[in-house]
């Protein structure tokens, strides 16, 4: 990641800190549960908001900044909640008698706009506003962001409490890396390497867009998403796999009298997940969004055509408990080519009874120890084995900590799995841990 964009990412980090903070104090009333819940999806909707205007995604720079600029304070609440609206409303079926600013809006859609007229909105006071106006001018480049480190910066606004009693940590970008990479990404750009090294033209155009095709069939699931870096670094690599494809093909005008038509093939639909914490769900939807309309930006300036991001593709994460909900109904397994993540890394001496009582379940009663001195992350490690006996095309990395390696865990995990027909096929040694999150 370049040092800018990592830079921009902590900024942004800051000023998602600061913009929850700010709104958290204006809400008057006394139920935290629906507070909360408002406050993050009215979070990530503006910041959401604030990247669209950066990129120029609502038809031109600043519409959404200068929208809220024209507006007294007094009238935020209702102006927002109006435009969230608007933004889940094809055109055609808007209330015509809505202001024209409203109606000049593009459908966003995607289901990150959906029900906004029933969660709260504060009061906005002038210190507030000033604020939000300062993000939507065009004083921070939203769209030049992260949306890997994004994610899981935007994650960090969750107190320290909540972060621990869900096992949640954070992986670098780096880190994402020595998963990822081995896993899949290493392999898929080699193939690429030497197909774009082949002299003979019409073969090279040929097995080209067999590749095209290979990256359009493989389904990732990350059965513990949190905000969702993994999946959106895993799409950024495919897609500028998928880029690179596509500018040998234009360079050749393989693409010549499909004006119409859109090169790109690499969706959304194909990266999958699971996450207990319906913030963090959130959270990971708008940064997949956000890398789309990273790599759609990228595409056009290949193609020198205008590839539009809204309105936005549906894809799947679902909010569940990963431990005790079956992953083949979040995604079929004969589908999935990859299970991959950071799972919870509760001790075994730090977990809570639920915990315990999760990660018995995700063993099952045959298994031989009885959860015995496993850590939680281990019940991952079994999900993602019976998933792999069910479909044995399927590979799996999970990030751990070395304890599941050291000690009982030798007998009470992997004698287990290694006798019921797992393997391991790569492996890194002990590293420090180190987080893009400021704290």
């Known amino acids: 990641m370049e040092t800018q964009q990592l830079t921009l990412s902590l900024e942004a980090g800051k000023i998602v800190h600061r913009l929850s903070t700010g709104l958290f104090g204006l809400y008057k009333s006394s139920n935290q549960e629906i507070v909360l819940a408002s406050l993050n999806k009215l979070c990530v909707r503006l910041v959401f908001c604030w990247f669209s205007d950066s990129a120029g995604l609502f038809a031109g720079k600043n519409r959404f900044g200068d929208y809220l600029a024209r507006l007294p304070t007094s009238c935020w609440r209702w102006a927002l909640q109006s435009l969230f609206v608007a933004l889940d409303t094809p055109a055609s079926q808007r209330d015509q008698d809505e202001l024209p600013e409203v109606l000049a809006f593009p459908f966003v859609g995607g289901d990150l706009f959906r029900d906004a007229d029933q969660d709260l909105i504060p009061q906005f006071n002038e210190e507030l506003r000033d604020f939000i106006l300062a993000q939507a001018e065009g004083k921070f480049a939203w769209d030049a962001i992260s949306p890997t480190c994004f ?138 969004w956000i890398a789309e309309g990273q790599m759609l930006k990228e595409t056009s300036s290949i193609i020198e055509q205008q590839l539009e991001l809204f309105p936005l593709k549906p894809y799947h994460i679902a909010e569940g408990n990963a431990l005790t909900m079956p992953w083949e109904q979040v995604v079929p397994l004969k589908q999935l080519s990859y299970i991959m993540g950071n799972p919870p890394y509760s001790g075994a001496r730090t977990m809570s009874s639920a915990n315990k009582r999760d990660l018995q379940l995700a063993l099952g009663p045959d298994w031989p120890t009885q959860g015995g001195n496993l850590d939680l992350v281990c019940g991952w490690f079994k999900k993602a084995h019976d998933a792999m006996l069910q479909a044995p095309h399927i590979k799996t990395a999970f990030v751990a900590t070395n304890s599941i390696c050291q000690g009982t865990s030798i007998t009470n995990l992997w004698e287990p799995l290694l006798r019921g027909g797992s393997e391991i096929i790569f492996a890194h040694r002990s590293f420090v841990w180190n987080s893009e999150a400021s704290n």
Do not use: W
């Not at 621990?164 to 940590?169: D, I, N, V």
């Open 151 to 288: 994610g899981t910066i935007f994650e960090s606004t969750l107190n320290s409490d909540m972060r621990r009693s869900g096992g949640m940590h954070y992986t670098s970008h780096e880190n994402i890396h020595k998963l990822i990479d081995p896993l899949f990404l290493d392999e898929l750009q080699s193939e690429l390497n030497a197909i774009i090294a082949l002299k003979r033209n019409k073969a090279r155009m040929a097995k080209l867009r067999a590749f095209q095709d290979k990256l359009t069939r493989l389904k990732f699931l990350d059965p513990a998403c949190g905000s969702g870096n993994f999946l959106t670094e895993s799409y950024l690599c495919l897609r500028r796999m998928e880029n690179q494809v596509i500018r040998e093909l234009n360079a050749h005008q393989a693409f010549l009298g499909l004006v119409e038509l859109s090169p790109v093939k690499v969706s959304l639909e194909q990266f999958v997940g699971i996450e207990i914490n319906g913030f963090a769900v959130a959270v990971a939807k708008a940064a997949l």
